[in-house]
């Protein structure tokens, strides 16, 4: 193999952006640079490319254009719609629900609200990574806001019961409630599986560009007609009042390119990245024993996989993978000796050990047959390499241990 | 230091770090071991375990196990280059200064793996 070969296997980190796409935004680098608050020629070209651009972010999960609001990403999409529903209905009610499997950005919205007075229920994931409707009945009390719950995790790619949670929603305002909302974190599933959000009956939903082969920078929040939030930008008019700012025209612009792409190439995207998936899979467990796939393997994002490695860390793969040319990704971080194992794989009730040596893989539309059968190669050996260091593996396959040598 | 130098630095491995982790010396266990020591940090978990074979005063021989992070696994690594056909008590002398400068170095938030292998070092000596 040759030694500068490299193969990136972290597309649930970002994508590389679409030569395509790059195409599209390009001139409104230079010649069509206007401010689409403008009123001029360049400002109303520059208008009208966001105007497409938001069409096509609205196809892609079947909203109105005017549901779209266009932002930096999905970090803000995800505070604009929590905080930003949080706050029109604080005075009445100050209960939200949520799960131990969210984004970082979404744990962290909800540690501030929960510093500043809010009840937040975190639903468990049980062992396959799904949440329950069912739970999220039993959480439900008269002063609920909001509930968000994501599309598809990050880490373990599980893909969780949206249309199912909507419907209580749905049972709830029959009832007459008002003052209950449902978002969701789509920015994962996004140009992976097929979106709708009269299917799936949210009312808020969050995306990101960079995870669908457009630039980082640009991201949007679906919020559906009537949801009322307070801006979290304030000064200026832009967004329908919802987030104030200069529209980052070319971003937006290769947002809505990649939109459109996403869902002209979705089937063929999915179809790859899941034969290639499992083809990866397939190959693990036939060259290396003791590991453990997190998340349940029949409802999974089509590109991605989680992976456990017994008896050894996930940082020690990690940089040893990458020394081969090899980039993926751990949950879990270790600094001055205290330990973060990843909240997800631990919220599945893995031990330690096994959230530690949880490796992500995800794969894209670029990753070939070879890149697999590259990593099926290095991989097992890197594992082994690893494993022969270490002290775990001699107890569980029951070598002699320390009192043995102690009394040699 | 300024606190982008550090960032800096938490990111970059040495090459000579990076060497050990790719291919570490001495690991494994040592059949014929006449002192071992093993500690474990409490709080992350990383453990290592030294084998040494001391005869007459002199260490022979070391071989490591480790479990934790690249630190603790390079740190053991280099222990036993260091400790090996050194007198015992050259070795109790040895620092954990001894260790980060062999390594080219760890950024703060990693010290700890360097700290672990002297107090490793230190039981697997008290052991003999
Ligand atoms: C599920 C999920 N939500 C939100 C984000 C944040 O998106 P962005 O990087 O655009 O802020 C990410 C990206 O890592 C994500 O995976």
Redesign the interface.
Known sequence: MNDSRKVYLDHSATTPVDPRVVAAMLPYFTQKFGNASSVHFFGQEARAAVDRARREVAALIGARANEIVFLSGGTEANNLAIRGVCEAASGHSRHLITSTIEHSSVRGICEGLGKSGWEITRLPAYEEGVVQAEDVRAALRPNTVLISVMLANNEIGTIQPIEEIAALVREERARGRRQLWFHTDAVQAAGRIPLHVDTLGCDLLSLSAHKLYAPKGAGALFVRRGVRLVSQNVGGHQEREKRAGTEGVPGIVAFGAAAKLAREEMAERSQHDQRLRDRFEAGVTERIGNVVFNGDRGRRLPHLSNISFRFIEGEGLLISLDLQGIAVSTGSACSSGTLEPSPVIRALGRNDELARGAIRFSFGKDNTEQDVEYVLEVLPRVVEKLRALSPLNREEMGRRDLEAIGQN | MPLWLLTLIALT?SEAF?DH??N?RN???LA???A?G?ET?P?????L?L?LQVKAGRIEAAR???????PT?VC?SILTELIKGRSVEEATRLTRKDLLAALGGLP???Q?AAALAIETLRAAIA?V
């Open positions: 491995y990076k982790l790719a570490p690991a494994g266990e014929n071991a006449n071992v093993e940090n709080v992350c978990g990383d453990r375990r084998y490591f196990l480790a479990y934790g992070c690249p696994l053991g703060s938030r990693k700890h052991s």
